[in-house]
């Protein structure tokens, strides 16, 4: 167990719908990344927050957005649902190990099916 | 082309036998790290390295920074470490974001 929890596991939704993935980083971490996992792209960084603030921002389409809220769990809405937008969604939270480097920690990840 | 190239794709291997996967990278980075997913899906973080090698229990992750190649190694291999084993690194002054390979999907018969 890493540690980081998402909700929900699973969700099957249609095309056109929006949705809310949620993300509960490690106790003490300040860092959230999101990684979308798809058959044909593998693993891709979506956006990071650090502490409430948006830091970095990857692959991410207009119609998705996130956000990180005072007590740092984080939320990432997709919205205008497409079917290629089914993939497993990742979250992790990060805290600085030995040498100056990050340690990044996953969660279980959530599951999305568009129908 | 990938900035993160794994080799191979696909490995099976007989319990017992020592497995090498490769990861080239053409990129300047900060970290690398070795992953571990499970048909369950989960991600396991095994190693993070800047230089040399380190190990943990019969895994085994080195990196060559001059020559912008890592290895991980299992030894000993175990059906349980049959997994999608992937690298992924950090590039320098990056906020910590990863860049990932495709993954190398190891299967492991007893």
């Known amino acids: 167990d890493s540690g980081v929890t998402q909700t929900p596991k699973h969700l099957i939704t249609a095309t056109g719908q929006r949705v809310t993935l949620r993300c509960s980083p490690r106790?003490?971490?300040?860092?959230v990344y999101w990684y979308q996992q798809s058959l044909d792209q593998g693993l891709q960084f979506l956006i990071q927050y650090y502490n409430g603030e948006e830091r970095a921002k990857g692959n991410i389409l207009e119609r998705f957005s996130a956000q990180q809220f005072p007590d740092l769990h984080s939320e990432l809405n997709l919205s205008s649902l497409e079917l290629g937008d089914s993939a497993l969604y990742f979250c992790a939270s990060s805290r600085l190990a030995g040498g100056g480097l990050y340690e990044q920690y996953f969660g279980p990840g959530t599951r999305l099916t568009v129908t | 082309k990938n900035e993160v190239e794994q080799s191979p794709q696909n490995l099976t291997a007989q319990e017992g036998e020592f497995i090498t996967i490769n990861c080239s990278y053409s990129?300047?980075?900060?970290?690398l790290h070795w992953l571990q997913q499970h048909p369950g899906g989960g991600i396991v973080s095994l190693f993070m390295?800047?230089?040399g090698k380190k190990k943990h229990g019969r895994l085994i992750a080195t990196i060559n920074i001059q020559e912008k190649h890592s290895s991980l190694h299992i030894t000993a291999s175990h059906p349980r470490d049959s997994a999608v084993y992937i690298c992924?690194?950090?590039?320098?002054?990056?906020?910590?974001?990863?860049?990932f390979g495709k993954g190398t999907k190891l299967s492991v018969k007893p």
């Open positions: 106790s003490g971490d300040l860092s």
């Open positions: 990129v300047g980075i900060s970290a």
């Open positions: 390295l800047s230089s």
């Open positions: 992924a690194v950090r590039l320098k002054g990056s906020q910590g974001n990863l860049i």
